[in-house]
């Protein structure tokens, strides 16, 4: 199972800001799913047998599906065999050591279209193996193992070995595949006693704790409106959606609060971090949890999924999210399967004689182009079989491929024609491109390259509120490069939105500016209703903490930072997170707190070099570069490869004029991430400084043709070709530069005669 990297990495709309109808007097407790069955007979029967109730069970010959008659399979040379002892089902494979041992199999973890497999350590620590079995029929290439890595080794040295941090069960699993979990993580031993209610996703999972429901059902209390829920979804028959006159598209009769279902749903099918260790059902979304916003390297510039990131985020893109149909039009909550088979699902709200029809998509009927998902729902597949669609329900865009390289539906199935086919084709078909008429694909692309002309258009991104919520918010995260007296009032707006997800991404964006403008901005946010608002806003505010404030300023950003620290514990077992607080403590000048966070989250993980990067930065800042010196040289034993380390070091050695040792680190952390801006200024900036100021422009070069709007490369390379007598390059640098960044202070520098000869 592949999981998310980083777990600080994290971001919902006016709906999702209303309260779901909440709590009872006295908190309630969790009963088991066995409580409700009695009074809820056709619910658990539909139930029973989902994918909900096989997401995780004891290992048994009646739950396990793999082969394990003494199977072998071979992993780049590691063969592994899965056999039985009795009812014991065991798998000698290579360890967290990399010996060969014997495993034995504790729970089966899912059912379709893979099954995967626990194996529990003394620690408590539940790790779920890299072989998985394919459980398709054997007609559809399953019935096999496969690796979930299958194109590169993962060494016993990789976390995403199955003995790794990242395939182990009580962080990145457990929390949606069981109900009621508690990870019980006790830092002093480092050890787990993790524990649950139902082991599977039973009915508490989603209506939270259940006892007082139970109480009012046996007429031992009164509860009228919620009946002792802390969540109650609105019964499907209150949703009544119904055809205007000369309407292919039903319309919802009532407008209804959303919130409740979809932010219950998406407290797992959701990419997010969790900020709350057990986050209280009935209670906003982004009080336990930081939902991703749009960013790069999870969703393509046009919002379609690229890593795993669930259904949530792509929903909320949705025009249907906008007209307000919930999860559970379309998938029975209980036994999880569509409403209607097929098209049928769609044309419950969309007339079947207009839409599934040849006149519409073109395709003979009955085959794999005529089926409404294929087109507006195109799948990507993940852990090897596992096909997901997106829930974006986008218009296929081909000529955006043409323009931008993204994915489009027509090529995932027409793989042999070019996507200027595809976009030909549409426009022949529609007699126009189709366009969903608010694209935002080439702003976030522009502002992925940090292409100037990207500022103005997510400036007017950030404020059509016609758009997604979360297309508005991940528009304001990417102003954050940009951030300028044109585009700050821009941020305080988004900062003031009744959408918390368009908050925060404005807190995120000021991440960029100078602390001292940060307060006046984020201090209001700092008592926002949402957790995660607040935390982040509190964030950005802990360099602050050290400067001269009024007491009752200093004493608001230290409650806030408090509660940010208590949410990063949440995930004490996780490094990440105590790098986190590493980072909060050292920016708020709490060095001996940060050192310790530091070297925690070093115990915690002793390859986790972006640790020693960090403590070897707080040491720079203490005068102590020796220090700093053999934990930078320690992270490059664990990672040669690391661009990080070898740039830190890099500066490390310039600081204390070892310049042709820097030069060697500075130039390898360039080659390892060419992308990197910083990396490429600082290594030509030493080149200029060891006097070699040619070799420095042939760097800025390079990256500038990589990077033709990155101020830092422009402004050097100015200077530098003045120095090498290359008046014009010079003039035509700087006059790019003035171009892109008349509003910046350097600019005054190059009119003065700094960058251009007096002609």
């Not at 998310?4 to 309630?28: D, K, N």
């Not at 964006?509 to 957790?531: H, K």
């Not at 972006?610 to 005068?623: C, F, W």
Request: charged share 25%.
């Amino acid at each position: 199972m592949r999981f998310p990297v980083r777990p600080e990495w994290g971001c919902l709309l006016l709906a999702f800001f209303l309260t779901p109808v909440l709590v009872a007097a006295e908190e309630a407790d969790y009963v088991g799913g066995a409580a409700c069955g009695g009074c809820h007979a056709e619910q658990a029967k539909a139930w029973a047998g989902s994918h909900h109730d096989l997401a995780m069970q004891p290992a048994t010959p009646a739950t396990v599906l793999g082969d394990f008659r003494g199977v072998r399979f071979d992993y780049f040379g590691v063969t592994s065999r899965f056999f039985r002892r009795g009812d014991r089902f065991l798998v000698n494979t290579d360890g967290p050591d990399g010996k060969f041992a014997d495993f034995e199999i504790k729970y089966t973890f899912g059912v379709y279209p893979l099954q995967q497999y626990l194996i529990e350590f003394p620690d408590g620590r539940l790790q779920a193996l890299g072989i998985a079995w394919d459980s398709r029929p054997k007609t559809r290439g399953g019935q096999r193992w496969f690796h979930l890595y299958p194109k590169e080794r993962i060494g016993p040295s990789d976390p995403l070995h199955w003995t790794g941090p990242l395939q182990n069960w009580n962080h990145m699993c457990a929390d949606c595949h069981s109900t009621n979990f508690r990870k019980n993580y006790d830092l002093r031993t480092n050890r787990f006693d993790s524990a649950w209610t139902d082991i599977d996703v039973a009915c508490e999972a989603c209506h939270g704790p259940g006892s007082q429901h139970v109480a009012w059902a046996e007429g031992k209390t009164e509860h009228s409106a919620d009946r002792g829920l802390d969540v109650r979804f609105r019964p499907r028959r209150e949703r009544v959606w119904t055809f205007p006159a000369n309407s292919s598209i039903a319309r919802l009769s009532e407008a209804t609060n959303t919130g409740p279902e979809i932010e219950t749903c998406a407290r797992c099918h959701a990419r997010r971090e969790q900020i709350q260790a057990n986050p209280v059902h009935g209670r906003p979304l982004l009080d336990g949890f930081v939902p991703a916003l749009l960013t790069q390297g999870l969703y393509h510039p046009d919002g379609q999924m690229q890593d795993e990131v669930y259904n949530y985020g792509s929903f909320l893109q949705s025009k249907m999210y906008r007209q307000g149909v919930v999860c559970s039009d379309c998938h029975d909550p209980h036994s999880l399967k569509l409403r209607v088979p097929g098209n049928g699902v769609c044309a419950q709200c969309h007339k079947a004689e207009k839409y599934d029809s040849p006149a519409h998509h073109f395709h003979k009927t009955g085959s794999e182009g005529a089926r409404c998902a294929a087109c507006h729902m195109p799948a990507t597949t993940y852990m090897g079989v596992d096909r997901r669609h997106d829930h974006s329900f986008r218009i296929p865009q081909p000529d955006l491929t043409v323009e931008l390289g993204v994915p489009n539906a027509c090529n995932r199935c027409h793989t042999r024609e070019k996507p200027s086919w595809a976009a030909a084709r549409l426009k022949r078909w529609y007699g126009r491109k189709p366009r969903a008429g608010k694209d935002f694909a080439a702003i976030f692309a522009a502002a992925r390259q940090g292409r100037a002309s990207a500022e103005d258009r997510l400036v007017q991104l950030a404020m059509n509120t016609a758009q997604a919520g979360i297309v508005r918010a991940t528009a304001l995260f990417e102003l954050g490069p940009y951030l300028s007296g044109k585009t700050l009032p821009v941020v305080r707006q988004g900062l003031g939105d009744s959408d918390p997800l368009v908050r925060l991404g404005a807190v995120e964006a000021l991440n960029e500016a100078d602390p001292g403008v940060r307060f006046p901005l984020l201090s209001p946010l700092l008592n926002d209703p949402l957790r995660a608002v607040r935390i982040r806003a509190a964030r950005a505010l802990a360099p602050l903490v050290s400067q001269a404030l009024p007491v009752e300023r200093r004493t608001a950003i230290e409650r806030g930072l408090y509660e940010y620290i208590a949410a990063q514990k949440a995930n004490a077992d996780r490094p990440e997170s105590w790098m986190n607080i590493g980072l909060a403590y050292a920016e708020s000048g709490r060095h001996k707190g940060a050192e310790a966070a530091y070297r925690t989250a070093m115990k915690l993980r002793s390859d986790f070099t972006a640790a020693y990067v960090n403590l070897a930065d707080l040491y720079r800042a203490q005068g102590r570069d020796a220090e700093g010196e053999s934990l930078l040289r320690a992270a490059l034993k664990i990672d040669p490869d690391s661009p990080e380390s070898h740039h830190a070091l890099g500066l490390l050695l310039v600081r204390h004029k070892r310049l042709d040792e820097a030069l060697e680190h500075l130039q390898r952390a360039v080659t390892l991430n060419p992308e990197g801006s910083r990396f490429a200024y600082v290594y030509a900036v030493a080149l200029d400084a060891a006097g070699t100021t040619d070799k420095a422009v042939v760097v800025l070069e390079k990256h500038y043709r990589r990077h033709p709007d990155d101020r830092d490369t422009l402004y050097a390379l100015v200077r530098f070709n003045r120095q090498l007598g290359r008046f014009q390059a010079a003039a035509d640098y700087a006059k790019r530069f003035q171009e892109l960044a008349s509003d910046d202070p350097r600019s005054r520098g190059l009119q003065d005669g700094l960058g251009t000869p007096n002609r």
